[in-house]
């Protein structure tokens, strides 16, 4: 399982995501205070984008319904007993870089 690169340094604002696909999964890369962090594009409760959402305080914010979930460690701010995938990421030069499992 190797890193891809996803984004150039600057092609993610603070504070905003991008969604990707790496490896057959949609992937949202967000930019939290110049922290580069990947999770799991979609959202449980109706299949959001999470990518489209903004960063709060290090949570990404649904687009539909506003459920916000913690960019470090994918938990449901509101119920930790659910979450979503993170990722590990890395910056290489300029290029933001992810490691996501192939789909099985």
Known sequence: ????PVAQIGGIPEGR??????????????NVG???RAMDDLCPHMGASLGAGDVYEGAVICPWHAWRFDTCN???CDN??????????RVVGEEIQVRVPTKE
């Open 74 to 76: 994918g938990t449901w």
């Open 80 to 89: 930790p007993k659910l979450k979503v995938d993170v990722f590990e990421t």
């Open 1 to 4: 399982m190797d890193f891809t």
């Open 17 to 30: 995501g991008i969604t990707v696909t790496v490896n057959g999964r949609l992937v949202a890369v967000f």
């Open 34 to 36: 110049g922290e580069y």
